[in-house]
């Protein structure tokens, strides 16, 4: 079992930096991913990022590569989302999310991933 907090959310203008924060306790199996997806109003959950906790390989979106940057502090077992440049279609509840992985591949499907966080809201304002 892994519980995840996530924090940081917010309401920020068009431009904006926000970091979202999301705490793991339980398992943490140096294998082991963690993921950012996020849900807007009406659409299905889609992946963000993701990082595994041994040697931070790491896989991005499309939509947000080169303005958000995902970390992992391994001492603290918590997982970062640094966004940057926010913009109004970044708004969503974004999800942090725990994989159990044995090969190589950095997940990006929801199903893939076994534990989930309650969601901090992110809202852009333009």
């Known amino acids: 079992q892994v519980q995840l907090v996530e924090s940081g959310g917010g309401l920020v203008q068009a431009g904006a930096s926000l970091r979202l924060s999301c705490a793991a306790s339980?398992?943490?199996?140096?294998?082991?991913?963690m993921g950012w997806f996020r849900q807007a109003p009406g659409k299905e959950r889609d992946f963000v990022a993701a990082i595994r906790w041994s040697g931070g390989f790491t896989n991005y979106a499309d939509s947000v590569k080169g303005r958000f940057t995902i970390s992992r502090d391994n001492a603290k077992n918590t997982v970062y989302l640094e966004m940057n440049s926010l913009k109004p279609e970044d708004t969503a509840v974004y999800y942090c999310?725990?994989?159990?992985?044995?090969?190589?591949?950095?997940?990006?499907?929801?199903?893939?991933?076994?534990?989930w966080g309650q969601g901090t809201q992110v809202t852009v304002s333009s």
């Open positions: 339980g398992r943490t199996v140096s294998w082991d991913v």
């Open positions: 999310a725990s994989a159990r992985t044995t090969g190589w591949r950095i997940p990006a499907a929801t199903y893939e991933y076994d534990w």
